[in-house]
């Protein structure tokens, strides 16, 4: 699986931003999906997981109640809707996929096999 994220830019603190996440596989797998984030000199942060079906969710607590996570299977998508923006959530933000008939949500790294290249997120003035 390929996973490309896309939409990592420079906003305001308050301000939102929406990620996104295209990802090619073969149409008969199904898998579970996940945000991590990491800055620089620290270690890498779990964001948000959604299962195959996409009616369960994790959030870390540092995002809980202003990004939302969420998935179009048909399109293959995966999406990070960030608001209440605050310079503490500056990272390179990280998609990720489980392996193939993984399909719950995990808040953990080392459950995801395939990750993305990652798409900065800066939030400044």
């Known amino acids: 699986v390929t996973l490309v994220e896309s939409g990592g830019a420079l906003a305001q603190p308050g301000g939102s931003l929406k990620l996104s996440c295209a990802a090619s596989?073969?149409?008969?797998?199904?898998?579970?999906m996940g945000w991590f984030r990491q800055a620089p000199g620290e270690e890498r942060e779990f964001v948000a997981s959604?299962?195959?079906?996409?009616?369960?969710?994790y959030y870390g607590d540092s995002v809980r109640g202003r990004f939302t996570i969420s998935r179009d299977k048909d399109k293959s998508m995966l999406f990070l809707q960030m608001s209440g923006l605050t310079p503490g959530d500056t990272a390179v933000y990280y998609c990720?996929?489980?392996?193939?008939?993984?399909?719950?949500?995990?808040?953990?790294?080392?459950?995801?096999?395939?990750w993305g290249q990652g798409t900065q997120v800066t939030v400044s003035t």
């Open positions: 990720a996929a489980r392996s193939s008939g993984a399909v719950a949500a995990t808040t953990t790294a080392v459950s995801f096999t395939w």
């Open positions: 596989e073969d149409t008969t797998t199904s898998y579970a």
């Open positions: 959604i299962n195959w079906k996409g009616n369960n969710i």
